[in-house]
């Protein structure tokens, strides 16, 4: 349901919950080759959504939590919690945006199709925090500059190949406005990678990445589903071994 009221500093606050029950049937669940493992699974899903918004200032938080139970494996049962909150604050010449996020759940859920490690289901933890101002500084010009860092760690990560990481990113953008249609930007973004404790590994690889590109482009917005874009630029990725470009 949805509940909305006037607050006495000239600001709306809208509270809304939701719910979802489902199940599904998986033969592969780990996406092992040449194996068969059937499973049933059902899942629960709970929402919860809060706003405040004033003339000039936002705020939404946002908790939810997602079970999912299988009848043959239950060693890969797991409840996955999330949580964002995020801030806004508009002006005539400038916006301002404030993102935080943290998320328990299992290597099932978020690494399944990106590193293939999903033969252990161990927990995963991650928080990250994203800034971003924009100014305006006429019709035409505008620019943003954006703010990324991130932390994930794994739990109980014993004997696998998991690894606790950070990434945090700094990113410039200026774009002229041509016309409605036409965009002319330039971006320049800088990046670190850091694997804490790569230094208990004994294969002696560099996990740990810095990485640098700048770019000059253009987008031109055909239609209203339709838009064209290029860019040309440097880019580069730095370890203690090597650089690539």
Not at 28 to 56: I, R, S
Not at 216 to 240: D, F, H
């Amino acid at each position: 349901g949805v509940q909305t009221c006037a607050l006495p500093i000239s600001g709306e606050l809208t509270v809304a919950a939701s719910g979802q029950v489902g199940g599904g049937f998986n033969d592969n669940l780990l996406l092992t080759p040449n194996t068969v493992d059937n499973t049933w699974n059902a899942l629960v899903d709970f929402g919860l959504h809060t706003k405040y918004k004033a003339e000039t200032f936002s705020a939404t938080f946002d908790p939810r939590v997602t079970l999912s139970r299988y009848k043959v494996r239950n060693d890969l049962n797991h409840t996955d919690k999330f949580l964002k909150f995020e801030l806004t604050n508009t002006h005539e010449l400038s916006d301002q945006t404030l993102t935080l996020t943290a998320t328990e759940d299992t290597t099932l859920m978020s690494e399944l199709g990106l590193t293939g490690l999903t033969s252990a289901n161990k927990k995963h933890r991650t928080g990250s925090a994203n800034y971003e101002i924009k100014k305006y500084f006429s019709e035409h010009i505008e620019t943003s500059v954006q703010l990324y860092g991130t932390d994930n760690r794994y739990l109980d990560a014993a004997r696998t190949q998991l690894l606790n990481y950070q990434y945090g990113q700094a990113t410039l953008v200026t774009n002229y406005r041509y016309d409605y249609r036409t965009r002319l930007f330039v971006q320049g973004t800088a990046g670190k990678y850091l694997v804490p404790d790569q230094i208990n590994l004994r294969s002696g690889i560099d996990y740990n990445k810095k990485n640098f590109s700048a770019l000059l482009g253009i987008n031109r917005q055909l239609n209203e589903k339709w838009s064209l874009s290029a860019s040309v630029g440097p880019s580069q990725i730095r370890t203690s071994q090597s650089i690539d470009r």
